[in-house]
């Protein structure tokens, strides 16, 4: 299973969910489950993002008692006050995981919920390999295929989603051979045939 950003989140709780996903990847990581929100400039008036069988997924709900310069600080103020039903249980997932993060990532924290997600493993005795790259110079958008040029990253977009150009590119450049390869092991694949 592979996801990036809210399908991250997705991914890691379906794993956590679904003993039949082997292996995961999640770009720009999650560690807990989040309220969901209907604009993504107000976060207002929002209900769960997941439910399971008709019932909401326990979330984070956006602390909005001051109003928030960005969203990445509201994520942070959020975070910080996480409820503990909402961790994602990512202990509980029956094969690797592989997370790769943005350093400078504007959206929401998470380089550090990649590193929480780490510490949550390790200290579970995790059986499965569990790896986290983040980079330096890359924000929200570094994950993903190669793209040929820095012109991919409009200024507008990075100032949103934090990173430069070519720090996002060279995130994408280095990871994405290493997804493949992870994807390759974890499920015992063979590219040459």
């Not at 807990?32 to 439910?51: C, D, E, H, L, R």
């Not at 942070?76 to 909402?86: N, T, V």
């Not at 509980?92 to 380089?111: A, H, N, Q, T, Y």
């Not at 929200?140 to 977009?157: K, R, Y």
Request: proline fraction near 8%; charged fraction near 20%.
């Amino acid at each position: 299973m592979l996801g990036d950003s809210k399908g991250a989140e997705a991914a890691l709780l379906l794993a956590s969910r679904d003993r039949r996903i082997k292996a995961v990847v999640a770009g720009a990581p999650s560690s807990v489950v989040w309220q969901g929100y209907n604009n993504p400039t107000n976060f207002i008036n929002a209900g769960p993002s997941w439910t399971v069988g008709g019932k909401p997924v326990p979330f984070v709900p956006y602390d909005r008692s001051i109003p928030f310069t960005n969203v990445l600080d509201l994520y942070q103020r959020s975070l910080a006050k996480a409820p503990c039903d909402a961790v994602l249980p990512v202990e509980r997932i029956r094969g690797p995981i592989f997370l790769v993060s943005g350093r400078e990532d504007k959206l929401w924290p998470s380089s550090r919920m990649g590193d929480a997600i780490m510490t949550r493993l390790d200290r579970a005795k995790f059986p499965f390999a569990h790896t986290h790259l983040a980079y330096d110079a890359a924000g929200h958008q570094g994950f993903g295929e190669p793209v040929a040029s820095p012109t991919s990253f409009a200024p507008a977009m990075l100032n949103l989603f934090g990173g430069t150009a070519s720090g996002n590119m060279a995130m994408r450049a280095d990871s994405w051979p290493k997804i493949l390869a992870f994807f390759d092991t974890a499920l015992m694949l063979d590219r040459r045939s």
